[in-house]
């Protein structure tokens, strides 16, 4: 009897530990995934945000152009996006999953807004300890603003997306599991 209960205890420990461990991967697969598609577009934004308020001013700007300064910009500023990304995400998302517990239904809405808040705040803090007018030149405006934040909301949307699928995956692989180890336990055949 004293065997046995500590071997349960130590199996119930075991299989919650791998269960939140199961949950951290999840969580910062997808925080990374979503992080990475919120640079990748935040960064396309503000090249052809800037290159629309370049050619406001004067030149023609051809598509060569365009397209040889969105790769120049995925190369040299998708490094200091990311780390605004990253920081502001970190901070977000668990914000947007201490409200859903609260509103289970609307988890992907609240990772959204809390993506898109989360930069807009992020934008207003860079702007005003600047050494320039503007840390990221395309939130000088309210419109380049909010269009810069369709990144943060992307990037919820992708988070809240990835997360929920990628639980219900493991979900329905651990009831199976279990499934099957009940069957042989009890040595029924198992499909």
Same mark, same amino acid.
């Given at each position: 009897?004293? *065997? ?12 919650? !530990? ?17 992080? @990475? ?42 490094? @200091? ?17 201490? *409200?859903?517990? +609260? ?11 809390? #993506? ?6 992020? +934008?207003?803090? @860079?702007?005003?300890?600047?050494? /320039? ?13 909010? !269009? /810069?934040?369709?990144?943060? !909301?992307? #990037? ?36």
């Amino acid at each position: 009897m004293h *065997v046995t209960m500590p071997l349960t205890l130590v199996t119930e420990l075991t299989k919650e !530990i791998m269960s939140t461990l199961r949950t951290v991967r999840i969580r910062t697969a997808a925080f990374l995934l979503a992080s @990475l598609a919120s640079v990748v577009l935040g960064s396309v934004l503000q090249s052809q945000l800037n290159l629309v308020a370049i050619s406001a001013i004067g030149p023609a700007i051809t598509w060569q152009q365009r397209i040889d300064t969105t790769l120049h910009d995925l190369i040299h500023f998708s490094p @200091l996006f990311a780390l605004v990304v990253l920081l502001t995400f970190a901070l977000a998302l668990p914000c947007a999953h201490f *409200v859903a517990r +609260y509103q289970k239904r609307q988890f992907a809405s609240w990772c959204m807004v809390a #993506g898109a808040v989360g930069l807009w705040v992020a +934008y207003q803090v @860079l702007n005003n300890l600047a050494p /320039m007018p503007t840390l990221i030149a395309a939130t000088r405006g309210g419109i380049g603003t909010l !269009i /810069m934040l369709l990144p943060g !909301i992307l #990037g919820g949307y992708v988070y809240a997306r990835l997360t929920r699928s990628i639980h219900k995956i493991t979900r329905s692989q651990s009831a199976r599991k279990k499934a099957s180890s009940s069957a042989s336990e009890q040595g029924t055949p198992h499909a």
